[in-house]
């Protein structure tokens, strides 16, 4: 997939294609490891957070429930509020995490089976009606997770930043501009996301 990826993206953007020969082969590969839950909770805690710090606090809510990988829905839902507070989420992550849990039982978020067979359209509607979790919090699920090859998080201040980098613009472009300009990338906007990010490295 990676060489079908970069061989239509290098034909049909003669700037990016300079940005992918400089980088070298793509290494994005996604985590399919555990479930569309525990993700989004993970997603959850990382969100405006550097990565050291994220993972530290991720480690210290997995750490609430020894003897478990990963706690259940309704391990979270059973937790006081100031127990996931002590590890470190705030306020309104710990909410958003308890609103995960519950939207798991419930249904709205879905099983990993059945989340595999929805479109990235159908996902990022279920998973933006759950507190705390927007359209971006779902892209990086659907690219690093579910490992979805047409994605553009055209908010992400890295993918945005690494464009306005590549293409020698002065300011950052808007997420519309980005969704405009990224339309020749289709069906490989994970791919083209990716190598705009490493434009940072």
């Not at 034909?11 to 294609?17: E, I, K, T, W």
């Not at 490891?33 to 909770?41: D, E, I, Y």
């Not at 020698?168 to 791919?191: D, I, M, N, V």
Request: contains cysteine.
């Amino acid at each position: 997939m990676s060489e079908e990826a970069i061989a239509h993206l290098s034909q049909a953007d003669r700037v990016l294609a300079q940005l992918i020969r400089k980088v070298g082969p793509c290494l994005w590969a996604p985590d399919r490891q555990g479930t569309p839950f525990r993700a989004l909770v993970k997603a959850v805690t990382y969100q405006q957070l550097n990565g050291t710090a994220a993972k530290t606090i991720f480690g210290r809510v997995k750490g609430l429930y020894p003897g478990k990988r990963f706690p259940r829905p309704e391990d979270i839902l059973a937790t006081p509020d100031e127990q996931l507070r002590g590890a470190g989420l705030s306020r309104a992550k710990t909410a958003a995490i308890k609103d995960i849990a519950a939207k798991t039982i419930d249904g709205t978020v879905p099983t990993s089976r059945m989340i595999a067979r929805l479109s990235n359209e159908e996902i990022i509607a279920r998973l933006t009606s759950i507190r705390g979790v927007g359209p971006w919090t779902v892209e990086m699920l659907l690219m690093f997770k579910l490992g979805r090859a047409d994605v553009l998080p055209s908010t992400d201040y890295g993918v945005r930043k690494g464009f306005m980098l590549t293409y020698a613009l002065a300011e950052l472009p808007t997420p519309k501009q980005l969704l405009e300009h990224g339309e020749r990338w289709r069906p490989f906007r994970s791919y083209a996301s990716w190598y705009l990010w490493r434009a940072l490295d």
